[in-house]
């Protein structure tokens, strides 16, 4: 599995980002994002499986939304109403369901300025 994450970059406070990540192989997954803050550990941001079942974490939701789109196996990742605490290294994340193995894509950086 190979995952291609864009995206990201510098936005005021109160702005909106999109990150995209297409993955390879079987479209039978969860993919999402998580994001790293300097110093803190990786925590998850959202996730959406095959059959569009999502799941934020509490401080995103109402500001952040997950899609997908099967057919090219990719997630998109809508960001408003961005806040400073919103700035981290965010990485496009994917689990089998066939054999719940995990994969990583590389780190984009969002920067929140206030």
């Known amino acids: 599995v190979q995952l291609q994450a864009s995206g990201g970059g510098l936005v005021q406070a109160g702005g909106s980002l999109r990150l995209p990540c297409a993955a390879s192989g079987s479209i039978f997954n969860v993919m999402g994002w998580y994001r790293q803050a300097p110093g803190k550990q990786r925590d998850l941001v959202a996730t959406i499986s095959s059959g569009g079942v999502t799941n934020y974490a509490d401080s995103v939701k109402d500001r952040f939304t997950i899609s997908r789109e099967n057919a090219k196996n990719t997630v998109h990742l809508q960001m408003n109403s961005l806040k400073p605490e919103d700035t981290a290294v965010y990485y496009c994340?994917?689990?089998?369901?066939?054999?719940?193995?995990?994969?990583w894509g590389q780190g984009t950086q969002v920067t929140v300025s206030s």
């Open positions: 994340y994917l689990r089998k369901l066939v054999d719940w193995r995990d994969y």
